[in-house]
């Protein structure tokens, strides 16, 4: 195999090793916006801190 292929395979396994880490961690947060409560969420302006 040459320098070249070498590589291309390397970059590919990089590639798909960099899009299941992306997909792994969106489903894990899916799965943990599935228990946030909407309802506090709603206003966060009035949360009482002063933003400035």
Do not use: C, P
């Not at 291309?8 to 946030?36: C, D, G, T």
């Amino acid at each position: 195999m040459t320098t070249f292929w070498s590589v291309i395979v390397v970059a590919a396994v990089i590639a798909i090793v960099a899009l299941a880490f992306f997909w792994y961690q969106n489903q894990r947060a899916k799965e943990s916006m599935r228990h946030v409560d909407r309802g506090k969420l709603k206003n966060l302006d009035d949360d009482g801190w002063d933003d400035w």
